[in-house]
């Protein structure tokens, strides 16, 4: 079975500075992990994916990932906190052996952005 | 290119009403599709997903189901909505094995 836990519901920044987003896996084989951003009233939207390639992943609006195996742990940066960062953010798990290539979900971690 | 529908936006029913949301999938061929909701401060749970016509899998029992007609066509509905029904519900779609899904701007549903 395969779960995530986004470790802070609410995570506020300052306008500038850095963005740390926690994800932790867990899952039996090797896993596919992706980040996805929700603005409000709308769906997601993917920032990166790791797939077995490079284990450091960038992605759109400057974030980045870092898949780290012996931490079981993705965790999404940017150093630079923008006031239109302010979402809410998914990490989400699948496997090569998921039926229905089915996600599953972290609880989402809310950003708030201070100017 | 892909694109996914999904409608309407908004919808407000009150307790008993049935239910029929719609999803429709564009520019690609076989896809997964899924059907997700997320209530109020709560992380996105799936409901239903479909790997082919006429097949659907169940991930939680609830007063709702799903159908799946045609190749790109995914239909959410219930009998009789009950308050607890109300959400924001989210269709998508995906590949193959380790591809990303792509989701719809959702259905924001109150039960009166």
């Known amino acids: 079975a395969q779960s995530v836990t986004q470790l802070g519901s609410h995570v506020s920044v300052s306008e500038g500075a850095l963005v740390l987003l926690r994800c932790n896996y867990s899952s039996s084989v090797p896993p596919y992990l992706f980040w996805y951003v929700q603005y409000p009233n709308q769906g997601l939207q993917l920032l990166l994916k790791?797939?077995?390639?490079?284990?450091l992943v960038k992605g759109i609006n400057g974030f980045e990932a870092e898949f780290k195996k012996s931490e079981t742990s993705f965790h999404l940066t940017k150093p630079s906190a923008h006031m239109s960062d302010a979402a809410e953010y998914f990490c989400a798990v699948t496997s090569p052996g998921a039926a229905g290539n089915k996600l599953t979900f972290g609880g989402g971690t809310r950003v708030l952005v201070k100017p | 290119s892909q694109t996914i529908h999904q409608w309407p936006a908004t919808l407000v029913q009150p307790v008993g009403s049935p239910l029929s949301l719609e999803c429709t999938v564009e520019?690609?061929?076989?896809?997964?599709l899924y059907w997700y909701r997320q209530a109020a401060g709560r992380g996105l749970q799936l409901l239903f997903y479909?790997?082919?016509?006429?097949?659907i899998s169940s991930e939680v029992p609830q007063n709702l189901s799903a159908s799946r007609p045609q190749d790109r066509q995914f239909i959410l509905s219930s009998k009789k909505l009950l308050l607890s029904d109300s959400g924001f519900y989210l269709c998508a779609w995906s590949g193959g094995a380790g591809t990303e899904a792509f989701f719809g701007q959702g259905t924001r549903l109150t039960v009166v």
């Open positions: 790791y797939t077995s390639a490079a284990t």
């Open positions: 520019g690609t061929s076989n896809p997964n």
């Open positions: 479909s790997v082919g016509i006429g097949q």
